[in-house]
């Protein structure tokens, strides 16, 4: 078994410190969420990662939520939080305010969106994250993320006004794009090539999603403009949502998505999470050791 696992990890590049990694977590709601996120935080940050950034929703508390959770991780962490900080349904003192309440934590980076319209919240001051990143940056001045879809936001009309949407966060100040989850590596390289040909010449880092199960898989896409290969609910089907047989499946798409996308001249990758760290942590751990130590964990 341990030479079919090397023989495995030999197609595969000498990533040792040739990429940056980061991890997205959310909120938890419960004692057993709240168990959940620290295991999962905790063992993810033995691999050294850029930053972890936490996730804000309006039906979850929204940003002060958020907030008082990265608040109690800087108490006792010294690693790089990135906060997901949403404009809609804020009013323009509440968004200074916050800003200021990060700032005054500590916080330098943060990734500015507009946030879920659930219900048409028309008492904002802000409709979308271009603007949004513009105030920011008049209030301190933050290194701001933004969000970007390789294959189109679900409210776009045509990957042209997407792009162009894009461009306008850029424009304003963002210094960084992680895009949405993808799993066909030519979507994303061909949404790369064409933000370049508009004259975005900023990194646009690649979301990466682990799969867990058939279920899960579906209702993601259900939400997205995402697109799954055939191949990937015929294999998730046939093994009938197994457990260990995922992981399996998933860590070796995974890691043949950050293989092609290296090759490409990518060098970070942002992993979203699900607050679980079984298959992020793996492909982490491989990305991080030299070929030549492999034997050393098998």
Not at 17 to 36: D, G, H, L, W
Not at 114 to 121: A, H, T, V
Not at 188 to 193: E, I, P
Request: charged share 25%; net charge positive; aromatic share 16%.
């Amino acid at each position: 078994m341990n030479n079919e696992i090397e023989y495995m990890y030999e197609n595969y590049i000498n990533f040792k410190n040739k990429v940056n990694i980061s991890f997205e977590m959310f909120p938890y709601s419960n004692n057993i969420s709240k168990k959940k996120f620290k295991n999962s935080f905790l063992k993810l940050s033995k691999t050294n990662p850029d930053f972890f950034s936490i996730t804000c929703s309006q039906n979850y508390g929204g940003n002060y939520k958020t907030f008082n959770l990265i608040e109690k991780i800087k108490k006792k962490h010294k690693i790089e939080i990135v906060p997901h900080f949403t404009c809609l349904g804020y009013s323009k003192e509440e968004i200074r305010n916050i800003a200021i309440d990060y700032w005054n934590l500590g916080i330098r980076k943060i990734l500015a969106l507009r946030g879920d319209n659930f219900s048409n919240k028309l008492n904002s001051i802000f409709f979308n994250a271009s603007d949004f990143v513009y105030e920011l940056k008049k209030i301190k001045d933050f290194k701001i993320f933004v969000a970007a879809y390789p294959e189109i936001h679900p409210e776009s009309k045509n990957k042209k006004e997407d792009i162009y949407n894009l461009k306008k966060k850029f424009d304003n100040g963002a210094n960084r794009a992680i895009t949405q989850f993808f799993f066909s590596t030519d979507s994303y390289l061909k949404f790369r090539d064409e933000c370049f040909s508009a004259g975005i010449k900023k990194e646009i880092v690649p979301g990466i999603l682990p799969i867990y199960d058939l279920f899960q898989l579906k209702k993601f896409a259900s939400l997205t403009n995402v697109s799954v290969p055939k191949y990937i609910y015929n294999i998730f089907d046939s093994i009938k949502n197994n457990s260990n047989f995922c992981k399996i499946i998933s860590s070796i798409i995974l890691m043949n998505i950050v293989n092609k996308l290296f090759i490409e001249g990518v060098r970070s990758f942002h992993f979203y999470t699900l607050n679980r760290s079984d298959i992020v942590f793996s492909i982490s751990y491989l990305l991080k050791i030299k070929k030549n130590n492999f034997n050393n964990i098998i």
